[in-house]
Structures are given as structure tokens and as C-alpha cells.
């Protein structure tokens, strides 16, 4: 987010005061002091040795030719890929525990040899169609596994860069100290070829994640 779109932003908070305040027809001497603004895009970030634990959120994936994308879990893909080297960034030479979904799960046991990395898989219907659990049911699902040690936990997040913001808010609002892992490069370019559509590109994915950064301020 530029600069000059975060000042219009505030900008506008500041004026829906003065306008709300006005129209009270009550008699003012100075205008209200404007409100603090609504940071939506600063992540905390700490060194990544500082971390008890690594939590890795997914973006995308790729389905093969001629699967049930509803029953299969699709391979990891280029972005996923990535996100994997990143958790191998953050955790050096440490064995700090790993929490990841299933896609960067199958990379860092793959092509890392990571062997004692937890997968957050995703859930099944009935039916036995998938279920794909959102950035909050994973945090919860983490926090779950780590029980009492996630009040004292300070957690590394791995995330793709236009999630970064909502995965650590979100991984702190389920009781970790969460940020991101200063000095690790979080993957930003979009996979075109993604099999989840609003990950394809930032005009399908940004709106629905700026809704639900505003609804983590409440």
C-alpha cells in the first residue's frame, strides 16, 4: 500500500469526524483531534531466533489434470514452494517446532528432509469432499495442539506478502506473540495458474483480504 493512499485514508477518517461533530449542531472552539490511523499494513516483525515455534499459512495450490479438486488436495505449486523456503529461513539450524499447512507440510518434507514438521491439514465432509480450513482455523488449530505453551509462545509467521498482515493479526489473536521473522523474504508474486481462484492475482485476492484485516480490528 503506497504512502500517499495511506494519508488519503486517514485523511478521511479525520474529515467523517469533524462532519459527524458538525452535525450535532453543538458550538466547537477547535475541531476534534483527528484519530490515530487505522495501520492495516505495518507487520511487527522480531529475529527469527527469538521464535519458540514457525506457523506457515498456504496461498494456492496447483490440481493436476483429471482430479477431483473437491476430494484431492492439490500439489503445492510455485508459491507454496517458496513459502517452504522461507520456514527454512526462519528456522535456520534451530528444531524449533514447525506448524504448516498441508502444501508447505509436503515441500519441507520432500525436498527438506524435515521430518518432525506438524501439517495443519484440511478438514472432510461426510461425503468425504474436502474442507479447507480458513487462516483463523488454522491458527486455532494450532493454538489447540500447543495448548498452555501458546500463552508463553512467541511465533515465527510464515505467510505470502499480501497475506503477511491478516496471518500474524490473526495468529496473535488466538493467544501467540506472533510476527513476522525480520530479514526472511516472504514470497509476493501471484501463481496465474493457481487451482484457487482468488489467489491468481491481486484484483481477485486483495479485497477480500482488506475485509478481513478491517474485521480484526474490532
Not at 73 to 85: D, K, M, S
Not at 93 to 112: G, H, K, M, S
Request: net charge neutral; hydrophobic share 45%.
Amino acid at each position: 500500500m503506497g504512502s500517499s493512499r495511506k494519508v488519503v485514508a486517514a485523511a478521511a477518517v479525520a474529515l467523517m469526524g469533524w462532519t459527524v461533530c458538525q452535525g450535532t449542531g453543538t458550538a466547537v472552539a477547535d475541531p476534534p483531534a483527528a484519530p490515530a490511523p487505522v495501520d492495516l499494513w505495518t507487520v511487527p516483525t522480531a529475529p527469527a531466533d527469538s521464535a519458540s515455534l514457525i506457523v506457515a499459512y498456504s496461498f494456492g495450490n496447483r490440481i493436476p489434470a483429471g482430479v477431483d479438486a473437491t476430494r484431492v488436495i492439490g500439489e503445492p505449486g510455485p508459491v507454496n514452494e517458496a513459502l517452504a523456503a522461507a520456514v527454512i529461513a526462519a528456522r535456520g539450524d534451530r528444531t524449533v517446532p514447525v506448524y504448516a499447512q498441508t502444501e508447505i507440510a509436503e515441500v519441507l518434507r520432500t525436498r527438506y528432509g524435515l521430518t518432525d514438521v506438524v501439517s495443519i491439514d484440511p478438514e472432510r465432509n461426510a461425503d468425504g469432499t474436502l474442507v479447507y480450513l480458513s487462516t483463523d482455523g488454522v491458527a486455532a488449530k494450532v493454538a489447540e495442539l500447543r495448548g498452555a505453551a501458546a500463552a508463553s509462545d512467541t511465533a515465527a509467521v510464515v505467510a505470502f506478502r499480501d497475506h503477511l498482515w491478516r496471518a500474524t493479526r490473526t495468529t496473535a489473536k488466538r493467544g501467540f506473540q506472533a510476527f513476522a521473522p525480520a530479514g526472511v523474504t516472504m514470497p509476493g508474486e501471484y501463481d496465474p495458474q493457481s487451482g484457487q481462484l482468488w489467489t491468481t492475482s491481486p484484483v481477485l485476492y486483495l479485497p477480500t483480504d482488506y475485509a478481513g484485516r478491517l474485521a480484526l480490528l474490532k
